[in-house]
C-alpha cells in the first residue's frame, strides 16, 4: 500500500470513529450557568424568532412565588424579568406556568391560583388558570381567568401558541364537570390582545386528568395531543385539531390499549416544522413502559406507525423539537443504575431512528426532576430541567445545550 494510500483508509477510519465515538452513557450537553436560583422549579423552554431561548421558572419568594424568565442570546442571558407574583398560588411539579413569545414584541404568561376552600376538614385540590400578556412596551396586563365557571375544581395542564390577528389559542384540562361526579374536560379558548376570552368550548368530555396538553401551528390550523381516558379506563393518546372557528372530533393517534386505573402524570409532545409533525408519548401497555414516535408529511392528519425509541427503564416525560434538515429528536427521562438520565434519539422523517444519546445526568429520575424540556435554535439543542436536591444542595433549575451533530 502506498504511504498516500495509506493516509486516506487511515483518514477514513478515524472519520468513521468520530461518529462511533460517543458511549451511550457519555453526556453529549454540555451545562451552562443560568439565571433561576436555588429551589427554582417548573421550567419552560421557548424560541423567540431567531433572537434568542427563552427560560421560565417558578421562584420562591418571601411571601409566595414568582414566575419569571430571562432570555439567552448567543452566550449572553438577559437580566431575569418577573411576570406575576403570589402568595395564594398552586405549585406543582407536574403542572407547569410557561411564558410564551408572541408576534411583534408581545409576550403572554400563565400561572395557576388557587381557589381551594375546606371542606369536612378536607382541604379541596382547587386552582384556577391565570393569564397575562406583555404589550411590546414591555407592560404586562392585569390576568384574565381562562375559563368562565367558578367551581372550586382543578384547572390547569395548559398550552399556548400565537394565533391570528394578535390573539393567543390556549387549551386546557378543566375539572369543572368533576364537581357532579363527572370526568375531567378538554377545553379551549381564544384570547384578544386586551385579554378578552371568545370561543370558549368544551373539546372531549372524559380526558385522563392531570397529564400535559401540547399544541402546535400546522399553517392555519391548530393540533392538540393529550391523554384520553375511556370508560373501560384505558388511556391512550388523541389528537384534534381547530380551524379558528370549529374544533375537530378527537381520534386515537395509536391503539396502545394502555389500560391503568389512575392518571399516570405522562402527558404527550408534539413538534411542527412546516408540514412535518412529530407526535411522542409514554405507554406502559401490557407491562411494557415505553417512549413512542411517530411521524407526519401532511400536517398532522396522517402519522406513520409508531416506533419505539426508548424501551429500557423509561419514566417518559417526553419531549420533541425539529432540526433544520427535517430530523426530529425525542427525549426522555429514564432511569439508570447511577440515578437519572434525560436520553434523546433522532426520529428521520421516514419513521427510522438514529442512536440513543444520552443529554445529561441527573441525580434522581425521581418527581423532584421534573418535566425535562427542549428546544432547537441554530445548530444547537437546549435543554432545561430540574436538578433534584440533596443534603449538600437544594433543587435548582438547570439548562444545557449541544450541537446538533452530537446528537446525530
Known amino acids: 500500500m502506498s504511504r498516500a494510500a495509506g493516509f486516506v483508509v487511515a483518514l477514513g477510519l478515524l472519520m468513521f470513529g468520530c461518529g462511533e465515538s460517543i458511549a451511550p452513557d457519555e453526556p453529549v450537553a454540555t451545562r451552562l450557568d443560568g439565571p433561576a436560583g436555588p429551589e427554582s422549579g417548573q421550567p ?118 400565537p394565533w391570528g390577528d394578535n390573539r393567543l389559542l390556549a387549551v386546557w384540562l378543566d375539572g369543572r364537570k368533576m364537581t357532579n361526579d363527572g370526568g375531567m374536560t378538554l377545553r379551549g379558548a381564544v384570547l384578544g390582545p ?58 386515537r393517534l395509536h391503539a396502545d390499549g394502555w389500560k391503568i386505573g389512575g392518571c399516570p402524570v405522562n402527558g404527550p409532545a408534539l413538534a411542527a416544522e412546516e408540514d412535518r409533525v412529530v407526535a411522542a408519548w409514554f405507554t406502559a401497555a401490557e407491562g411494557r413502559p415505553r417512549v413512542r414516535a411517530a411521524v407526519s408529511s401532511d400536517a398532522g392528519h396522517e402519522f406513520s406507525s409508531p416506533v419505539d425509541v426508548g424501551a429500557k427503564t423509561p419514566e417518559g416525560r417526553v419531549d420533541a423539537v425539529f432540526l433544520d434538515d427535517g430530523t426530529a429528536v425525542v427525549s426522555w427521562l429514564e432511569s439508570t443504575e447511577r440515578g437519572g438520565a434525560v436520553r434523546g434519539r433522532p426520529v428521520f422523517s421516514d419513521g427510522t431512528t438514529g442512536p440513543v444519546r444520552t443529554l445529561v445526568r441527573l441525580s434522581s429520575a425521581s418527581r423532584a426532576a421534573g418535566f425535562p424540556k427542549m428546544v432547537h435554535r441554530s445548530g444547537r439543542v437546549y435543554l432545561a430541567w430540574v436538578q433534584p436536591g440533596g443534603e449538600d444542595a437544594e433543587a435548582q433549575v438547570q439548562v444545557a445545550r449541544t450541537p446538533v451533530d452530537r446528537i446525530l
Not at 64 to 76: C, F, M, P, T, V
Not at 207 to 236: F, H, K, N, Q, W
Request: some cysteine; glycine content about 6%; charged content about 25%.
Open 194 to 251: 386586551d385579554g378578552t376570552v371568545a370561543r370558549r368550548n368544551m373539546i372531549d368530555g372524559r380526558t385522563c386528568e392531570c397529564c400535559a396538553t401540547s399544541t402546535v401551528r400546522v399553517g392555519d390550523e391548530a393540533l392538540v395531543a393529550y391523554r384520553d381516558r375511556s370508560e373501560t379506563e384505558v388511556r391512550d393518546i388523541r389528537l384534534v385539531r381547530f380551524d379558528g372557528t370549529e374544533w375537530s372530533e378527537p381520534r
Open 44 to 161: 419552560q423552554l421557548q424560541v423567540a424568532g431567531d433572537s434568542a431561548v427563552w427560560l421560565s421558572w417558578v421562584a420562591p419568594t418571601d411571601s409566595g412565588h414568582a414566575l419569571r424568565y430571562a432570555a439567552l442570546a448567543d452566550e449572553a442571558w438577559s437580566p431575569t424579568r418577573t411576570v406575576a407574583t403570589g402568595a395564594d398560588w398552586f405549585v406543582n411539579w407536574a403542572d407547569l406556568p410557561s411564558v410564551v413569545p408572541l408576534p411583534e414584541g408581545r409576550a403572554a404568561a400563565h400561572f395557576l391560583q388557587n381557589n381551594h376552600r375546606k371542606m369536612d376538614d378536607r382541604v379541596l385540590l382547587a386552582y384556577d388558570v391565570r393569564v397575562t400578556q406583555r404589550s411590546a412596551a414591555g407592560d404586562w396586563s392585569a390576568p384574565a381567568t381562562l375559563h368562565n365557571d367558578s367551581t372550586q375544581t382543578e384547572h390547569g395542564f395548559v398550552s399556548m401558541v
